[in-house]
């Protein structure tokens, strides 16, 4: 039962446009919702997280909208730039403990020059 | 500020084997968290510590175990390694007040081969 989804597993845009990923849940005890991006050999980076009270959060080139009544998250690049190309994860969790992460299985993000 | 330190970085062990990997938290940080990555599962949360405690756990068997010092170093133990084991083991940490959503921050991992 997978209960953070990220249905695409990749997407190409130009460089200089926009980039929306997105992604799923389905248990509506999450609270906190976080997006990683990640390279290959190494470990996740943290980008940018949204609580549940909030339904936007912005972080410079990088916005995430949460939409709790459809379970439903996006996160926009803007500009996308081809440093950005990389697998990005959807993550949330619950119940005021932010420890123990549910990921989606991630998109793959191609910019191209 | 140095990041979350895992070590090794790659592992060769045969099945029935057992492993221990290690993890140094970014300094301050009290909560540690493991993760397995498989192509075919993704990334799956295994346990977390806080204060030499396990705090939570995923749905993974006895075989994995983990334990944290003082310091909030953690390690982490498979034993009687099966093939399905192979997996890239990510650690994290947080600084940890429980009920405050605060970000996890990861290591590079250690990846482990079972022959």
């Known amino acids: 039962d997978q209960q953070v989804k990220q249905n695409s597993p990749s997407l190409s845009v130009q460089e200089g446009r926009i980039s929306i990923l997105n992604c799923d849940y389905t248990?509506?005890?999450?609270?906190?919702f976080l997006w990683y991006k990640k390279y290959p050999a190494e470990g996740p980076t943290f980008l940018i997280s949204?609580?549940?009270?909030?339904d936007k959060n912005e972080d410079g080139r990088f916005t995430v909208f949460l939409n709790k009544s459809a379970k439903h998250l996006s996160l926009h690049i803007v500009p996308s730039q081809p440093g950005d190309s990389a697998v990005y994860f959807c993550?949330?969790?619950?119940?005021?403990?932010?420890?123990?992460?549910?990921f989606g299985k991630g998109t793959k993000l191609t910019v191209n020059p | 500020k140095a990041g979350v330190t895992q070590t090794p970085r790659y592992l060769i062990k045969t099945r029935g084997q057992q492993v221990t990997l290690s993890c140094s938290p970014i300094s301050g940080h009290r909560s540690v968290s493991w993760y397995q990555q498989t192509p075919g599962q993704g990334l799956q949360f295994l346990f977390e510590?806080?204060?030499?405690?396990?705090?939570n756990k995923g749905n993974f068997p006895g075989r994995f175990s983990g334990r944290q010092f003082s310091n909030s170093r953690s390690e982490m133990n498979v034993s009687t390694l099966e093939l399905g084991d192979s997996a890239l083991y990510l650690c994290?940490?947080?600084?940890?007040?429980?009920?405050?959503?605060?970000?996890?921050?990861f290591g590079d991992g250690t990846r482990l081969s079972i022959l």
């Open positions: 248990n509506s005890m999450f609270d906190y």
């Open positions: 993550a949330a969790s619950g119940q005021g403990g932010s420890e123990k992460l549910v």
């Open positions: 994290a940490s947080s600084p940890s007040g429980y009920g405050i959503n605060q970000p996890q921050h």
């Open positions: 949204i609580s549940s009270i909030k």
């Open positions: 510590y806080f204060s030499e405690t396990q705090r």
